[in-house]
């Protein structure tokens, strides 16, 4: 086992796919020359080539159009959202071509894309580029939609992204790039799809994913040292939903918090808590509790956006509340 | 070009024309639903374009796309098999009118977001650039999509990164109801190409050989030059926008002068005069083609419904 961090778990996952299989490339914003905006694609310009890490226009309806495009005449392209944010400006494919061309066609066509994007809060970038809006792109059928919260599922994760015959939403946290792990050494994938127990514990379930996570985690340790065992489920893929794991944890412990960085109203932790009402309901004991971001676009003031952003002691106070 | 291919470019026009006729007829019996917009008008313009291409290279293309399958080689049963809604049809009975595709015909679609399949056929001709061979990518479009977007970030990507795409805008003057002037701030979609350094010519889209000599001079340019072209082709749609249209934007006598400027009966008029066919042997093929329509509408009318079982088949390749 090998400790790295996100960033080069990701790092790793691009440049073993690329070695692998020369249908792969990799085309965005700044991702060449400059070696990525968070620094992912580093050294790759040099290793593949300008043909295999392509620099773009800055100009989003081109990056992803031309990546479904060529990803339908056979190719593998990976694109590079340089944040989320930006994927308000390029909507239409993410939404409604990447994920509709398959099934509206009648089974003709593949599209073998992951998109790559940056998202998150806590960085004081302003409302318009501190956006977690993951539950939006969770929303359309024919989309897969990931988002790891450790070193080995990155890892493991964008490397089945990149093998997946279907389009693949590939979301990374802006403030976990340094977050270190263990990494099996050598190959290995991780399905998407799969929901997977990070911590476990008897008394109460909390449904994580990304940022959430570490959240989770932090807050559970804090927990233990009173007493309370908490039990994580990282969720890892918002589509599809594995809900198994959770509804085998709030079984044991009929108590569950989620946790998200995204806007509470309509968001993950709405579907979450309303799929263990639907699945376990003889097995509820507390109503389920979300963390999420407060409902203001983040403000730029440190203090504020904090205030705004789901904390450990956030977490802390909702598993108290439902053992209440 | 040979007399055999000048007589299968005039049948595929008038097999359009008359498909879309008892499209229309079967429309309005509540027999195909959704929207539908006719090529009615609009003939000369993809049967000259696809007659110059190769097969390997890729047709896509905006909803007014009956007129371009035919071309493309799909055949009049699966069309309006797609139009009833058929599990028969090109697409399963999941597209309708408006997203019609093959595979096999490399025809990518029928796409219905105005300007959205832009950015795709750049990305058809980077897979195939990335490939390594010099295939070209035919991109049709009308003049209301060189307004938006999509059409600008698409031929500035294809001229910077020397992309094989054929640029066709199809300029029937009107984007729904809004003339080209009303919307747009040149009148000459050609102009538009100035501005990505990339070249472009204006030609008349009633006339299908005026049509097919243009294009078969922009495919070569587009192979060789391995950069991208535009075409303008100035046409009309006789019929209105889809069906419904109430066409209060255009009088009857503008309709009535273009019609009087009706491609097919241009196209007849040449291939008498050139002594390509008799009337009588054009009026064969008038009838081979209203045959064809209704031997069409009879497969699709007897095909099954899709089964209601598959309705989740096809969302992902990967079971999920």
């Avoid at chain 1, 309303?274 to 004991?285: G, K, L, M, N, T």
């Avoid at chain 2, 889209?205 to 495919?219: F, H, N, W």
């Avoid at chain 2, 926008?241 to 019609?259: A, C, F, I, L, N």
Wanted: proline share 4%; with cysteine.
């Amino acid at each position: 086992m090998a400790r790295i961090t996100i960033r080069e778990a990701i790092s790793q996952a691009l440049w073993e796919e690329m070695e692998r299989d020369p249908s792969v490339f990799i085309l965005g914003e700044e991702v060449g020359v400059w070696g990525g905006t968070y620094a992912v694609t580093k050294g790759f310009y040099d290793h593949f080539g300008a043909e295999r890490v392509r620099d773009t226009p800055i100009a989003e309806n081109a990056i992803l159009g031309s990546a479904i495009g060529a990803a339908l005449v056979g190719q593998r392209p990976i694109a590079e959202l340089m944040t989320i944010n930006f994927a308000f400006s390029a909507m239409d494919y993410i939404v409604n071509q990447a994920p509709k061309l398959r099934y509206m066609f009648g089974g003709q066509f593949r599209v073998p894309l992951v998109i790559r994007a940056v998202g998150g809060g806590g960085r004081q970038l302003g409302a318009t580029h501190s956006q977690t809006p993951d539950a939006i792109f969770a929303h359309f059928p024919g989309l897969k939609v990931v988002s790891p919260g450790t070193p080995e599922d990155a890892k493991g994760l964008l490397k089945s992204a990149i093998r997946s015959d279907d389009p693949v939403l590939f979301i990374e946290h802006a403030t976990m790039y340094q977050v270190r792990g263990e990494v099996p050494e050598g190959e290995y994938l991780i399905p998407i799809g799969k929901s997977k127990i990070q911590r476990q514990g008897s008394d109460v379930t909390i449904v994580a994913y990304s940022k959430g996570l570490e959240l989770s985690l932090k807050a559970a340790e804090e927990l233990a040292g009173e007493g309370i065992e908490a039990e994580i489920v990282d969720l890892r893929t918002l589509r599809p939903l594995d809900m198994q794991p959770v509804i085998e944890s709030f079984q044991k412990t009929n108590r569950a918090v989620v946790v998200e960085e995204g806007w509470k109203s309509y968001g993950v932790g709405s579907e979450v808590a309303a799929r263990i009402y639907e699945q376990a309901f003889d097995y509820v004991d507390a109503p389920v509790v979300r963390v999420a971001q407060k409902e203001v676009p983040l403000p730029y003031n440190r203090a504020l956006e904090q205030a705004a952003l789901p904390q450990v002691t956030d977490v802390v106070a909702a598993v108290k509340e439902v053992l209440r | 070009m040979n007399k055999e291919r000048l007589l299968q470019m005039y049948y595929e026009m008038v097999l359009i024309r008359r498909l879309e006729e008892r499209g229309a007829e079967l429309y309005q019996a509540g027999k195909i639903g959704g929207f539908m917009h006719l090529y009615i008008g609009q003939e000369a313009v993809s049967t000259g374009l696809i007659a110059a291409r190769e097969p390997r290279d890729r047709l896509i293309t905006a909803y007014r796309d009956h007129g371009v399958a035919i071309n493309a080689g799909i055949s009049a049963n699966e069309v309006m098999a797609e139009l009833l809604g058929k599990v028969t049809g090109i697409s399963k009975g999941r597209g309708g009118s408006m997203h019609m595709a093959s595979v096999e015909k490399n025809m990518w679609g029928g796409h219905a977001i105005v300007g959205g399949h832009l950015p795709i056929a750049a990305g058809l001709a980077l897979g195939d650039q990335y490939a390594g061979n010099d295939n070209v990518t035919i991109c049709m479009f009308g003049d209301g999509a060189t307004n938006i977007g999509y059409f600008h970030e698409a031929l500035n990507l294809a001229k910077t990164w020397n992309l094989r795409v054929l640029w066709v805008c199809e300029n029937n003057q009107y984007g729904m109801g809004t003339t080209v002037e009303r919307a747009s701030a040149v009148s000459e979609i050609r102009q538009k190409a100035d501005g990505y350094g990339m070249g472009s010519e204006r030609v008349d889209g009633m006339d299908v050989l005026a049509v097919y000599e243009a294009s078969q001079k922009a495919i070569d340019s587009v192979r060789t030059r391995s950069e991208p072209y535009l075409l303008e082709i100035v046409t009309y749609r006789f019929r209105g926008h889809s069906m419904g249209d109430p066409e209060r934007y255009r009088t009857q006598g503008e309709v009535k002068k273009w019609q009087a400027n009706d491609p097919i009966a241009i196209f007849r008029k040449k291939l008498t005069a050139r002594k390509a066919a008799t009337h009588k042997a054009l009026d064969e093929i008038d009838a081979r083609a209203e045959m064809e329509v209704e031997k069409a509408i009879e497969f699709a009318e007897a095909s099954p419904e899709p089964e209601l079982d598959d309705l989740f088949k096809d969302v992902y390749v990967e079971e999920v």
